[in-house]
């Protein structure tokens, strides 16, 4: 028998977050291993993949190189050797790596090669395709190289972060190919001005094509005379991206993300990523370069930045990707209708992408043209670089109405986007507020204030995810707009919180707030369950989050699970708690959906001894949301949506296509579902709409 977990809070099960994030970003390489996958959704998800190690590296993997390097007195309050954690890390990323490569070679070449797309190297092209590339070298290529002759202690490399490069070996021509002549060089591969996928000519009704890498290799040979060219190399070097400020509480913060921004790229290496043929002699060259040790390497194939693969042509062959799911209109909510009076009905709640997002960006265009409206509010984390809705924003202010952007600049690599929204809306009239010192205001929110009947009338959106047109598309959140003076008031008091640090908000009775009532509540509901089948009541909660980590919270539902209470969860991303533990953890049940959306809502179930409450929020269950954050969880009080979101929940629960158990193994098995019939929840869910929206039309 486990012991119980209320005598013991220290020695509990706990993953620690980096390697859980890890078995998440592994779900991400099956996509691209599934066979039932199309061919450019494999690629996709390759890029996918490469592109959260990166970032993950950037952030993640620099902090705990600065762990290991920090005092012992610093060390000793952590609860984890960084050194070690950074051993497990490189080992599931090396194994990780050769299952890519195993995935690239055995599976996405053979399968372009059966559909006449074939990526070659100079030495497979016939004459008239070397012709090409001898030209593009002159014509394209060339203004945008420039060889660097390196010179051993005298001249050493400054690689920009996470672009590509070639190493290159050399030797006198003149003086043999003894070890002591040789030299080396740096060659940019210019990616950034260039496509890194080049289609060749072929009459043959093939598709043929070369990558830049392989085109700047062939140029190496031309730019060194007097060098006989052993052999080049790809590198990749990322840079520490951590801006290190969010513990500020004094000084003038804009100024310092302004001025942290500028040292982002030219940062410490927190990585070399090179091929793995690469000669030890001119990997040592690299290491004393950059000032790296072993927990910084990570060998590769031919090719890095895979996330480049993104880009990688189709040719018109939309029969390799998925079938289309074009966004649905949200029938109350139609271009035709006077969004403000169907809000005043009833509540409303959109889900994206499965529907539109034009009823959301209506709502501030219409704000903006509506000469009743008085107010805008909003709370700007991350938006689209081109964006309607800071466009109305900035409409309605020059048409005199009061308009007041909260604007986040601490939002991990928007913080530069977001500074010039910020310039623009202030330019424009907009009264714009930034990031609080030691704190960040993740909360979805915005407000408008509409006079009727000579009286102010406030509607307001709440959501799960950003204004932010173009993720709309591919992630998956709850929108919901509502004149209920219940919610209204209260987030009219967040928004006084953000425009006066001063303001002393009352008591919140429906929104749970971060920095004041979302911990507690949320433990008062599990406590609640908890007491509920200590007394043989029912007790259940579903609990759908992107993030699990927070510690106090899962001592919480491991005391939860210890007293019987049944809890089902989805957890998309990192999850450092482990279910199925006889006597601890064996009521909770773990999925993660990874599948074309990138599942983003938050949602809350409670059971409640059977009038249950339902939350959408903004938040995850990791310390910074429920401690260092101005997060919001939203109650839903129509009868209506909840039934519809608990509909969606259900089907989530029962996928057994795309749903992944998190369990002690951390093997990333296929979910059984509940089902004999195969249920692709992201699937069935756009069908749910469809039928669903056709019986209300």
Do not use: C, W
């Given at each position: 028998m486990t012991k119980d977990i209320t005598e013991d809070k220290k020695s509990y099960p706990y993953i620690h977050r980096d390697i859980s994030w890890l078995y998440f970003n592994e779900?991400?390489?099956?996509?691209?291993?599934?066979?039932?996958?199309?061919?450019?959704?494999?690629?996709?998800?390759?890029?996918?993949?490469?592109?959260?190690?990166?970032?993950?590296?950037?952030?993640?993997?620099?902090?705990?190189?600065?762990?290991?390097?920090?005092?012992?007195?610093?060390?000793?309050?952590?609860?984890?050797?960084?050194?070690?954690?950074?051993?497990?890390?490189?080992?599931?990323?090396?194994?990780?790596?050769?299952?890519?490569?195993?995935?690239?070679?055995?599976?996405?070449?053979?399968?372009?090669?059966?559909?006449?797309?074939?990526?070659?190297?100079?030495?497979?092209?016939?004459?008239?395709?070397?012709?090409?590339?001898?030209?593009?070298?002159?014509?394209?290529?060339?203004?945008?190289?420039?060889?660097?002759?390196?010179v051993k202690n005298k001249i050493r490399p400054f690689l920009n972060n996470s672009e590509l490069y070639l190493a290159i070996l050399l030797k006198d021509k003149s003086a043999g190919l003894a070890e002591v002549n040789e030299h080396y060089a740096i060659l940019k591969i210019p990616s950034e001005y260039l496509p890194r996928f080049i289609e060749l000519p072929n009459s043959n009704g093939r598709h043929d094509i070369i990558m830049l890498d392989d085109i700047v290799r062939r140029a190496v040979t031309w730019m060194f005379p007097g060098y006989h060219i052993v052999d080049s190399y790809s590198i990749k070097l990322t840079r520490d991206a951590e801006l290190y400020i969010d513990d500020e509480f004094s000084g003038d913060l804009l100024l310092k993300i302004k001025n942290s921004l500028k040292k982002r790229n030219v940062g410490p290496a927190s990585r070399l990523v090179y091929d793995a043929n690469m000669p030890p002699q001119l990997l040592d060259f690299l290491i004393e370069s950059f000032e790296l040790d072993k927990y910084d390497l990570l060998p590769e194939g031919r090719y890095h930045n895979n996330f480049d693969f993104f880009k990688f042509p189709s040719f018109g062959k939309d029969h390799m990707k998925n079938t289309p799911l074009p966004p649905l209109l949200y029938p109350a909510l139609t271009p035709e209708s006077s969004i403000f009076e169907e809000i005043k009905k009833r509540d409303h709640m959109v889900h994206f992408p499965y529907h539109t997002y034009e009823p959301v960006i209506r709502f501030f265009e219409d704000a903006a043209n509506d000469p009743n409206v008085t107010e805008i509010r909003i709370v700007q984390y991350r938006v689209a670089r081109k964006s309607r809705i800071m466009q109305a924003l900035m409409k309605a202010a020059r048409s005199g109405k009061k308009v007041f952007a909260f604007i986040e600049i601490k939002a991990r690599f928007d913080e530069e986007a977001n500074l010039k929204w910020g310039e623009s809306l202030e330019k424009a009239g907009v009264k714009v507020h930034y990031s609080f010192p030691g704190l960040k205001v993740h909360s979805k929110l915005a407000l408008v204030k509409r006079v009727e009947n000579e009286k102010n009338k406030i509607y307001t959106y709440l959501s799960s995810g950003n204004f932010h047109e173009d993720t709309s598309k591919i992630?998956?959140?709850?929108?919901?707009?509502?004149?209920?003076?219940?919610?209204?008031?209260?987030?009219?008091?967040?928004?006084?919180?953000?425009?006066?640090?001063?303001?002393?908000?009352?008591?919140?009775?429906?929104?749970?707030?971060?920095?004041?009532?979302?911990?507690?509540?949320?433990?008062?509901?599990?406590?609640?369950?908890?007491?509920?089948?200590?007394?043989?009541r029912t007790a259940r909660m579903i609990l759908k989050m992107n993030s699990l980590e927070d510690k106090e919270m899962i001592i919480k539902l491991y005391e939860a699970s210890q007293a019987g209470v049944k809890i089902k969860m989805i957890v998309r991303g990192l999850c450092c708690l482990t279910p199925g533990i006889k006597g601890l953890s064996d009521n909770i049940e773990v999925i993660s959906i990874v599948d074309r959306f990138l599942e983003h809502s938050r949602v809350f179930i409670f059971h409640n001894d059977g009038e249950e409450k339902i939350y959408v929020s903004s938040a995850d269950w990791m310390y910074r949301n429920l401690s260092k954050r101005i997060e919001t969880a939203f109650p839903i009080y129509d009868k209506n949506l909840k039934k519809e979101i608990k509909s969606i929940i259900a089907i989530q629960l029962q996928d057994n296509v795309k749903a992944r158990i998190i369990d002690q193994n951390n093997q990333n098995i296929t979910s059984k579902g509940n089902s004999e019939m195969p249920v692709r929840s992201q699937t069935s869910t756009y069908y749910y709409y469809k039928n669903k929206d056709k019986e209300e039309t």
């Open positions: 779900r991400v390489l099956q996509e691209a291993e599934d066979l039932e996958m199309p061919l450019f959704e494999k690629i996709k998800f390759l890029a996918i993949y490469s592109n959260n190690l990166g970032e993950f590296f950037r952030v993640r993997v620099a902090n705990l190189r600065n762990l290991v390097r920090v005092g012992k007195k610093t060390k000793r309050k952590l609860d984890y050797d960084p050194k070690e954690i950074i051993k497990r890390v490189l080992k599931i990323v090396n194994e990780q790596q050769e299952r890519f490569s195993k995935i690239f070679n055995e599976q996405i070449i053979p399968e372009l090669a059966k559909n006449d797309i074939h990526l070659l190297r100079y030495d497979d092209l016939g004459k008239e395709q070397k012709e090409f590339v001898n030209n593009y070298i002159q014509d394209d290529l060339q203004p945008h190289i420039q060889p660097v002759l390196l992630y998956t959140d709850l929108g919901f707009f509502t004149s209920d003076k219940k919610i209204t008031r209260e987030v009219n008091e967040v928004f006084s919180i953000l425009e006066s640090v001063d303001h002393r908000p009352k008591d919140f009775q429906h929104l749970l707030v971060g920095q004041f009532n979302l911990r507690p509540d949320l433990k008062k509901m599990i406590n609640k369950e908890i007491a509920n089948a200590k007394a043989g």
